[in-house]
């Protein structure tokens, strides 16, 4: 039988009427809009793209969205600056520092300048320890997104078994707090896994976050089991344009488990949702 498709295009839509509605709310109650600041620096094409994207989708919900492009050349300490006065703001309630800076500048050193209470990417020690101690945290968004989608799609969480292949501190290490803070039993691959398709078709979820072009095969998946794909991989096409596909082998996975994301339209489009959510989020906890 053929998977559900969890369609995460209509569930970010979803997201974002909820977030538009509690901005809404937000600006009646407190007379002031919530206030999301992106700062890019230099010239990186996607990256442009994608801070563009976050201010519009800001806008769009009613969200005081600004994108702040610095020059290539701008200094650590200039950027550090620019942080603090976006700290010491108090129209702002989130700073988004797009990745990845350039190489003169210490990432480490400037996400840790971002006060806990703004960083709507979820990145700061502060909010990744909150996560992990079971406390209100800031979450960075693409793991989010994929705890809401396996929600949208009824999965089933307490008590299950689920892997994430792969453990970044972006998307790996999160995505498994999440699942623990919903009482599954987690485990976490990687690339010196052994025997991975075994342990993975004992899986009833499973959260690919990789980016290996279709490595996880039908023979991996439980019959039954929920999977979720953050992967983006550019793989060639006939047409030379390239086409885009996940770390899931998706045709032939569907046919085994009980619901799965697509990629493009699964997990892709809840990251800038979540990041819309975030910020409301951070607004309400800095206006208690
Ligand atoms: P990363 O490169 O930081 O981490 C990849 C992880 O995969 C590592 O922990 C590594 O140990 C593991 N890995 C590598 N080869 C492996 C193998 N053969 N078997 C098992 N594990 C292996 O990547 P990331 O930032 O976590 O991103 C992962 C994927 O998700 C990428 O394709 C990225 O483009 C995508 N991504 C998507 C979104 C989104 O919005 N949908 C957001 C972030 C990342």
């Given at each position: 039988m053929s998977a559900r498709i969890i369609d995460g295009k209509a569930i970010a839509e979803k997201v974002r009427g909820e977030v538009k509605e509690g901005v809404a709310a937000f600006v009646a109650k407190y007379g002031r809009a919530p206030g999301l600041d992106v700062l890019l620096v230099g010239e990186h094409a996607p990256s442009i793209v994608y801070t563009r994207n976050k201010e519009k989708a800001a806008l769009e919900v009613g969200i005081r969205g600004r994108l702040h492009r610095l020059p290539e050349t701008t200094t650590q300490a200039q950027l550090l600056e620019q942080i603090a006065a976006l700290s010491a703001d108090p129209s702002v309630d989130g700073i988004l520092i797009q990745l990845p800076l350039p190489k003169h500048i210490d990432e480490r050193t400037v996400l840790l300048a971002i006060p806990p209470e703004k960083d709507v990417d979820g990145f700061h020690p502060v909010n990744v320890g909150r996560l992990s101690t079971g406390q209100d945290a800031l979450v960075p968004c693409t793991p989010l997104g994929s705890l809401r989608l396996l929600d949208e799609a009824g999965?089933?969480?307490?008590?299950a078994n689920a892997i994430v292949i792969g453990r970044s501190n972006i998307v790996g290490k999160p995505m498994a707090q999440l699942l623990l803070g919903r009482d599954a039993t987690v485990t976490i691959a990687h690339s010196r896994t052994a025997d991975l398709p075994a342990l993975c078709r004992t899986m009833d979820v499973v959260v690919a976050a990789v980016?290996?072009?279709?490595?996880?095969?039908?023979?991996?998946i439980k019959p039954g089991a929920a999977v979720i794909d953050v992967g983006i991989n550019r793989i060639e096409s006939a047409d030379g344009k390239g086409r885009l596909v996940g770390d899931v082998a998706y045709a032939e996975c569907k046919e085994v488990a009980g619901s799965i994301t697509p990629v493009p339209g699964g997990v892709g489009p809840m990251t800038i949702a979540m990041l819309l959510q975030n910020t409301l989020t951070a607004a309400h906890a800095r206006s208690r």
């Open positions: 999965v089933n969480l307490k008590g980016g290996r072009a279709e490595m996880v095969k039908a023979d991996w």
